[in-house]
């Protein structure tokens, strides 16, 4: 994945146990106004999340949790942050 020109960086580290979990992030993260791209990978545990300016982090974080997966870590823009 090619880094875009985005105002925002945010990670993720999400427990997802099979493409089901993997899925359900996804179909959060594509309907989330504000982000620009994003990728989210079963294999790393992770979710990339590149955001305009609007885009908060808190905002991304409660998405993803409200899919029922655990949150174990977040960045924004390379700072560790609470989730």
């Given at each position: 994945m090619?880094?875009?020109?985005?105002?925002?960086?945010?990670?993720?580290?999400?427990?997802?146990?099979?493409?089901?979990?993997?899925?359900?992030?996804?179909?959060?993260?594509?309907?989330?106004?504000g982000?620009k791209?994003?990728?989210?990978?079963?294999?790393?545990?992770?979710?990339?999340?590149y955001a305009?300016?609007?885009?908060?982090?808190?905002?991304?974080?409660?998405?993803?949790?409200?899919?029922?997966?655990?949150?174990?870590?977040?960045?924004r823009d390379?700072q560790?942050v609470?989730?």
């Amino acid at each position: 994945m090619a880094t875009p020109v985005a105002p925002h960086h945010y990670k993720f580290n999400i427990t997802m146990s099979c493409s089901g979990c993997s899925g359900a992030v996804d179909r959060v993260l594509k309907k989330l106004e504000g982000v620009k791209q994003y990728d989210v990978s079963l294999e790393s545990q992770t979710a990339d999340v590149y955001a305009e300016e609007g885009l908060a982090y808190e905002t991304v974080l409660e998405k993803i949790k409200k899919t029922g997966k655990t949150v174990v870590k977040g960045e924004r823009d390379g700072q560790e942050v609470p989730v």
